[in-house]
């Protein structure tokens, strides 16, 4: 398996990786490496993804619209082009709004 979805050196766009379904969250790796994956997610309103415990730091980049981000029970609300890390190993969910 190719471990990245584009081809390196080139240009491209993370919001052109996937498309939205309705009622639905969409997930894409985009880089995957032994040390961790890059991932492009898709959600629509009022879809949620409750994650678990992994041994790397996550970074959420809101591309388009908004979204809550728990993190150990304490939310952030982020918009498009706003980001937060969440820490290794805490518990977290994402709530597209």
């Known amino acids: 398996m190719e471990n990245s979805e584009f081809e390196k050196s080139k ?29 492009v997610m898709a959600f629509d309103t009022n879809e949620f993804f409750e994650g678990k415990s992994i041994p790397f730091d996550t970074i959420i980049q809101i591309i388009e619209g908004k979204a809550e981000i728990i993190i150990d029970d304490n939310p952030y609300g982020l918009e498009t082009g706003q980001s937060i890390i969440i820490p290794t190993r805490y518990h977290n969910m994402i709530k597209a709004s």
């Open 11 to 39: 240009v491209f766009s993370v919001a052109d990786a996937l498309e939205y379904v309705p009622n639905s969250m969409v997930t894409k790796v985009i880089i995957r490496e032994p040390t961790g994956n890059v991932c």
